[in-house]
């Protein structure tokens, strides 16, 4: 009796479906079901989140980093391995760059992904000005942007000459 409003229902294979579960007719067969989507999900990546940036300027994402801390970007891990003076130990992926603090040096490119060091704490105690190392709050300010696209968005900034 309590079956026949199932019948009625739009979602009759459904319901069904989820009552002969409850009775171990298809136990199996959702189980596979289950672990599909599992797979197809953690698989792809969906279930792995992008560590988000502190702050955005056009197309490159900063974030301030300890020593010792790692970051995803791209699917592609980075982390602040150590400092010395302007120099920054990074591990990007499985590649471990030393990496300057950038003044006249250009990004530093590696598994897709431009690279550069825009301050960090050793450069910082040589002025005592904080309002030039106002945005340094860690360690180190790492600049991340993906190469194929470009740092700035030519419709969006221009610069006078």
Request: with cysteine; glycine share 4%.
């Given at each position: 009796?309590k079956?026949?409003?199932?019948?009625?229902?739009?979602?009759?294979?459904?319901?069904?479906?989820l009552?002969?579960f409850?009775?171990g007719?298809?136990?199996?067969?959702l189980t596979?079901?289950?672990?599909a989507?599992?797979?197809?999900?953690?698989?792809?990546?969906?279930?792995?989140?992008?560590?988000?940036p502190d702050?955005?300027w056009?197309?490159?994402?900063?974030?301030?980093?300890?020593v010792?801390?790692?970051?995803?970007?791209?699917s592609?891990?980075?982390?602040?391995?150590?400092?010395?003076?302007?120099?920054?130990?990074?591990?990007?992926?499985?590649?471990?760059l030393?990496?300057k603090?950038?003044?006249?040096?250009l990004?530093?490119?590696?598994n897709?992904?431009?690279?550069?060091?825009?301050?960090?704490?050793?450069?910082r105690?040589?002025?005592?000005?904080?309002?030039l190392?106002?945005?340094?709050?860690?360690d180190?300010?790492i600049?991340?942007?993906?190469?194929?696209?470009?740092?700035?968005d030519?419709?969006?900034?221009v610069?006078?000459i």
């Amino acid at each position: 009796m309590k079956l026949f409003f199932l019948y009625k229902c739009k979602l009759f294979p459904i319901c069904k479906l989820l009552v002969d579960f409850t009775l171990g007719k298809h136990r199996q067969k959702l189980t596979k079901i289950a672990f599909a989507f599992f797979v197809l999900f953690y698989g792809t990546g969906i279930s792995k989140a992008q560590t988000e940036p502190d702050f955005t300027w056009a197309n490159t994402s900063y974030f301030n980093l300890n020593v010792g801390e790692s970051i995803e970007y791209n699917s592609v891990e980075i982390q602040l391995l150590a400092l010395h003076n302007h120099f920054n130990k990074i591990k990007v992926g499985n590649d471990t760059l030393l990496v300057k603090v950038s003044r006249r040096s250009l990004p530093v490119v590696k598994n897709g992904i431009r690279l550069f060091v825009a301050d960090n704490k050793n450069v910082r105690s040589l002025n005592d000005d904080e309002s030039l190392h106002g945005l340094l709050e860690k360690d180190a300010l790492i600049c991340l942007s993906d190469i194929s696209s470009k740092m700035l968005d030519p419709n969006k900034y221009v610069f006078p000459i």
